[in-house]
């Protein structure tokens, strides 16, 4: 309860250029959902996460209203500042990029609340909540990048992040997991999907080559 309504499909189309612009410093509720499933900004205050955005607003620099709505409390989540500002950051950077390389470049992001083993043996899953509606602390996130090259193949790109400080220069690469892993962990099918359109798909994993 409290967490991002629909949190796993952030997604977006990443656009390269487009005008520059800010949709200010705050966020705000679109209103979606009931009053009690909601996130408010006092939630985050003084919890020590920062704002993160799933679908990120620098990938929608095409309108202002467009970069605007990435600023409502649906797309945001509870982020550890270091990752957020630093490794995650560069993710979302790389995954701009691609743009020039590609075709197009379909970007889905999300929260993750996986297990783990404790001290007695036992696997659980367990996460922080913050502020009065208890907003759920994401353990994990995960960002899918789908590349269309103009010759037909798709690639697809799978990361997951602790929501915890991570070296940013710790290599991307190494937070490649199997695509599978993330299907499984969040409930989405990306492969499935993916090939109702092209059966030239190749998933790029930690050692593969791009």
Not at 114 to 133: S, T, W
Request: some cysteine.
């Amino acid at each position: 309860a409290g967490g991002p309504l629909g949190g796993a499909r952030g997604r977006a189309a990443v656009a390269g250029g487009g005008p520059p612009g800010g949709a200010g410093g705050g966020c705000g509720g679109d209103g979606a959902g009931r009053p009690y499933h909601r996130a408010s900004n006092a939630d985050y205050r003084g919890s020590g996460f920062d704002r993160g955005h799933l679908a990120a607003s620098a990938n929608h620099k095409w309108s202002q209203k467009a970069m605007g709505d990435t600023f409502y409390l649906s797309n945001i989540a509870p982020q550890n500042p270091h990752l957020n500002q630093n490794a995650w950051n560069n993710l979302e950077k790389y995954s701009r990029s691609l743009t020039k390389t590609h075709q197009n470049v379909y970007v889905c992001t999300g929260p993750l609340f996986l297990p783990r083993m404790e001290p007695d043996g036992k696997v659980y899953v367990k996460y922080q909540v913050i502020g009065r509606n208890h907003v759920a602390v994401p353990t994990h996130f995960f960002k899918v990048l789908i590349l269309e090259k103009p010759q037909g193949e798709v690639e697809l790109h799978s990361y997951v992040m602790p929501n915890a400080p991570v070296d940013e220069n710790i290599p991307l690469e190494r937070f490649l997991v199997p695509i599978e892993s993330i299907e499984r962990s969040s409930g989405l099918l990306f492969v499935p999907n993916i090939m109702k359109k092209t059966t030239r798909l190749k998933a790029i994993t930690a050692g593969s080559s791009a």
